[in-house]
């Protein structure tokens, strides 16, 4: 076995298996180029089959063992198995032995913390051209002395074009030197662990030793990707100030809040400049950019965080973190690590688009499989810490562990795309439900049945799952109500009104309930986003359909505790043009329950003000007029019985789709674009026509039944 050419008339096994011609070396030039192991079959009659046979029989009852932990009663519909079978963690998919390598893999080149994708029809993965391509990695990262970095993260501010200009002439050049930055250590270190005690669980991207080691690389100044690790560092502590609540940071560290969050904010803007982020292949800098944009949508900048979610998709799609690690010689530490980054960013843009309406194409376009379900110190360093690591790893397991809250919040998010797929083809709720169904069962199996109370964080999970599946529901019983996309015919909306009054109400209870149970753990933060938007559009489109309703004062609970949540100290949803429609779903509830007592609730103070848009020509000139004038239009009030309210006119827009889902019908976009209310002394109209709402609402068909599913 050691010449270079073996006397097998066979080619080895990854060859024959791809059925590509093999040169018969050892290794072959296949296995060398796609980092694989080059094994030749034993002749029959060698002590070696045995080996392998037994080995192989050792597999197969691992197989059947996990087989039996993960089995699924129910199965789902063609189209969902197409979504998600590229991404599933199911023992017969496994990676990790290099059996189903799919022959557009590609190739990968890396080392240390950079990496560099060349995908399947790259001209530089032609052999003939080179004997590597190592010399990738090697490109200078440096921009010229007295060159500005392409891109600053602080041109996200709104300013116009000249003002831009002259900030750049009038702003000194950036430091070279960020040690100013710095908190003393002492503080650094209790932030740091604050990091890790109450943001990292639910985000479960890095691993604790390892960030913990570099640190101490970093102070030392024995570091090589300093300033990346230093980026790091910074993004870590913005994000755990900007989510925390401000009486601990000045419990802990003696300052404002608003003063260390902008310090810090800062802080990690000039790292990623001096890290020079529009160029970087590194994976420590993707961390922190990732912790960057969580913290934007944690605090309400949602749309920035948004469009840096595409930057930081192609960082990672031109680093290959959207390919499966396992296929290209990874040790088992970093396709752990690397699995953790890609789950985390796919998350965040399925939340992302779900609140801009759009839709998220990371999922489809990864074959990238679930991380583990394990504890950071089942990885012991150094002796994992290393790229071509070939020792077996820790195995995943049930029950609770330190990436559990992680890995359910990102199983959730898998369960929202899928049911967005499978709504393109699906004829009746029941295929819809059984996405739901399947998510339900594993996460069941994996993760809430092992749970014995014993930590308070499993609390605290449970309460989150139930409300994010009930979410779930209520997007399934929307689909019968769509007009914008195909819309379920199996049964009337009208059938549905008390079910999606339910479960809309339930969700909002068990994310006040979860609120509550995490406040004293410091882990509140972790309830405002993904923000259900539809829910709460939900609960107030029934508020407004069933005013008599037997649950009225809960719902309104449940509606003044989700302003709250979503509207504080730490978080606003100013930036968030859908909180528009949620305020205007309420303004309509508020007019048909005038018993209501609604001054002094949450829900009733606005942060977005609409202004009035004429219609007709007199109105334009009058507008005009008063321009000219100098008159100052007035904060747009809306007039309602019994509130003391001054009754002036306001102009409205409908209400857009939240999540996809359109609340009215497709009628109400072919008026003007913004529906002027006059004065009036009956009660509040909106613009909506009563007809057009009971289209939507009120579709009576007695006979038809809703699936009913007990999650």
């Not at 070939?390 to 199983?411: F, V």
């Not at 829910?535 to 407004?544: P, T």
């Not at 009058?622 to 904060?635: D, V």
Request: charged share 20%; aromatic share 8%; net charge negative.
């Amino acid at each position: 076995m050691s010449s270079d050419v073996l006397n097998f008339n066979k080619p080895c096994s990854a060859c024959r298996r791809r059925k590509v011609k093999c040169d018969k070396s050892q290794p072959c030039n296949n296995c060398t180029r796609h980092r694989v192991t080059c094994v030749y079959e034993a002749p029959r009659e060698s002590a070696m089959s045995q080996q392998l046979l037994q080995d192989r029989v050792d597999r197969l009852e691992r197989m059947v063992e996990d087989l039996t932990a993960y089995s699924m009663s129910n199965s789902v519909s063609g189209s969902h198995r197409k979504s998600t079978s590229s991404s599933s963690n199911s023992p017969f998919s496994n990676f990790d032995d290099f059996n189903d390598i799919p022959s557009d893999a590609g190739s990968q080149v890396f080392h240390s913390s950079n990496s560099y994708y060349m995908g399947p029809n790259s001209w530089m993965n032609v052999n003939q051209l080179g004997p590597g391509q190592q010399h990738l990695l090697h490109m200078c990262s440096q921009d010229r002395p007295g060159e500005r970095s392409a891109w600053s993260m602080t041109m996200l501010q709104s300013h116009s074009p000249s003002q831009q200009q002259q900030q750049q002439q009038q702003s000194p050049p950036p430091p070279k030197d960020l040690t100013h930055f710095h908190l003393p250590i002492q503080k650094e270190d209790i932030l740091m662990g604050l990091f890790f005690d109450h943001v990292e669980p639910w985000i479960r991207v890095n691993h604790q030793p390892y960030f913990w080691q570099m640190v101490g690389d970093f102070r030392h100044g024995t570091c090589l990707p300093g300033r990346d690790v230093e980026a790091l560092m910074f993004s870590s502590q913005y994000i755990t100030a900007a989510v925390l609540p401000a009486g601990l940071l000045q419990e802990k560290l003696g300052v404002t809040k608003p003063e260390l969050v902008n310090h810090l904010q800062q802080a990690a803007e000039l790292a990623f400049d001096q890290a020079n982020l529009m160029r970087s292949r590194s994976v420590i800098l993707l961390s922190a950019l990732l912790y960057y944009i969580t913290a934007q949508f944690h605090t309400g900048n949602c749309e920035a965080g948004s469009t840096l979610l595409g930057l930081a998709s192609s960082i990672a799609r031109r680093m290959g973190m959207h390919r499966e690690p396992a296929y290209y010689g990874y040790g088992p530490w970093c396709i752990e690590m690397r699995r953790r980054m890609w789950g985390h960013l796919a998350t965040l843009d399925a939340q992302a688009c779900s609140a801009d309406g759009s839709e998220s194409v990371l999922t489809s376009i990864s074959d990238v499989q679930r991380s583990f379900n394990l504890d950071d110190n089942d990885f012991q360093l150094p002796r994992f810490v290393q790229q071509h690591q070939t020792e077996p790893g820790p195995r995943d397991c049930e029950g609770y562990s330190e990436a559990t809250a992680a890995l359910i919040r990102r199983e959730i998010c898998r369960t929202a795309n899928a049911i967005s797929e499978a709504r393109r083809s699906a004829v009746n709720c029941y295929d819809l439900m059984a996405i739901v169904e399947e998510a339900v069962k594993y996460i069941r199996l994996k993760f809430v049945h092992h749970f014995d109370g014993s930590d308070p964080m499993q609390h605290v999970i449970s309460k989150w799952y139930n409300a994010m599946i009930k979410s779930l529901t209520v997007s399934v019983l929307y689909s019968h109500a769509s007009t914008s996309g195909p819309r379920l015919q199996c049964h009337a909306y009208e059938q549905l009104q008390e079910r999606l009054y339910e479960d809309c109400l339930v969700c909002l209870e068990e994310l006040t309930q979860g609120e509550k149970a995490a406040t004293p753990y410091h882990w509140q933060w972790a309830f405002r986003w993904p923000m259900p938007f539809h829910v709460i559009a939900g609960m107030l489109s029934c508020l407004a359909s069933l005013p008599d309703h037997r649950d009225t004062d809960r719902a309104w609970e449940q509606i003044d505790a989700a302003f709250r949540r979503y509207n504080n100290n730490d978080v606003t949803m100013a930036k968030m043009p859908a909180w528009y429609s949620i305020e205007l779903l309420c303004d309509q509830a508020m007019v048909l329950h005038p018993n209501q007592k609604h001054e002094g609730r949450a829900y009733a103070k606005r942060i977005h003000t609409p202004q009035p848009r004429p219609h007709s020509q007199q109105q334009r000139q009058h507008s005009h007029h008063q321009l000219a004038t100098g008159n100052e239009t007035h904060n747009a009030q809306i007039h309602q019985k019994g509130l003391g309210l001054g009754g002036i006119s306001v102009s409205v827009m409908p209400c857009p789709g939240v999540y996809g889902i359109d609340i009215y019908d497709e009628s109400l976009r072919k008026h003007h674009s913004m529906v002027e209310v006059t004065e009036t002394a009956d009660p509040m109209n909106m613009g909506f026509p009563d007809n057009d709402i009971d289209n939507v609402f009120f579709n009576a068909n007695a006979d038809d039944e809703y699936l009913s599913i007990d999650v």
